[in-house]
């Protein structure tokens, strides 16, 4: 069962370019987390944002929310090549226990 | 820091042959998670555990079962390993239910079964 759905599959920008990915889900939520994952690697968390958030920024990164459309982006300015990685969105799935995954935005950044 | 650390990184495994990954958390976190990931399908849950001794099923079990008899350690057994396991291998934990806060995912386990 899949609730996050990412946007584009795959994004291929410049360095210094920013890159915007976005999320769609299914059921309402309480939350909702992006990770990142390194080829051939574990997620890290990147940053969650609550349903009564709108905006909410970490660093670089800026992640809307937009219940009504039940829609989710992120966005990484000023790209470096480190940057390159796959993107999910996740929230929390139907039973007690499930983090439920997108599919992910598989994001290249040349040099 | 914290840290999820799997037994292994890469594992090649004879079909048939009952295979053991393991998985440890040094947070005290009550939640442990295994997920598969494959091309085109994301990450799917096999089974959580929110205490010891105790777990749930996840979306894909069949063919797999756990063991938590310890707070920290949650091993996922593979008891006649299949070609169709062939996957990636992801433990994670949480301090709370998932989908409330942040969870911690260990490197993962790349596991080919021939």
């Known amino acids: 069962s899949q609730q996050g759905e990412e946007d584009p599959q795959a994004l291929s920008i410049q360095e210094g370019e920013n890159a915007t990915m976005n999320c769609s889900y299914k059921?309402?939520?309480?939350?909702l987390q992006w990770y990142r994952q390194n080829s051939g690697r574990g997620l890290v968390h990147l940053i969650l944002?609550?349903?009564?958030?709108r905006e909410k920024h970490s660093g670089r990164l800026r992640v809307t929310l937009d219940t009504s459309k039940k829609s989710s982006s992120l966005l990484i300015t000023a790209s470096r090549a480190a940057d390159t990685a796959s993107y999910f969105c996740?929230?929390?799935?139907?039973?007690?226990?499930?983090?439920?995954f997108g599919k992910g935005t598989k994001l290249s950044v040349k040099p | 820091d914290v840290k999820v650390t799997q037994s292994s990184r890469y594992l090649v495994k004879r079909t048939g042959e009952k295979v053991f990954l393991e998985c440890v958390q040094d947070?005290?976190?009550?939640?442990m998670f295994w997920y598969r990931q494959d091309p085109g399908l994301g990450l799917r849950l096999i089974y959580f555990?929110?205490?010891?001794?105790?777990?749930e099923k996840g979306d894909i079990p069949e063919g797999y079962s756990v063991s938590r008899e310890k707070k920290e350690r949650f091993s996922l057994i593979l008891e006649s390993a299949s070609t169709n396991q062939t996957s990636m291998y992801l433990c994670?934990?949480?301090?709370?239910?998932?989908?409330?806060?942040?969870?911690?995912f260990g490197q993962g386990t790349r596991l080919t079964v021939v």
């Open positions: 994670a934990s949480s301090l709370y239910e998932a989908g409330t806060g942040e969870a911690f």
């Open positions: 059921t309402s939520i309480n939350n």
């Open positions: 944002i609550r349903s009564n958030e």
């Open positions: 996740a929230t929390k799935g139907g039973s007690q226990g499930n983090l439920i």
């Open positions: 947070m005290d976190h009550e939640n």
């Open positions: 555990s929110y205490d010891v001794k105790m777990k």
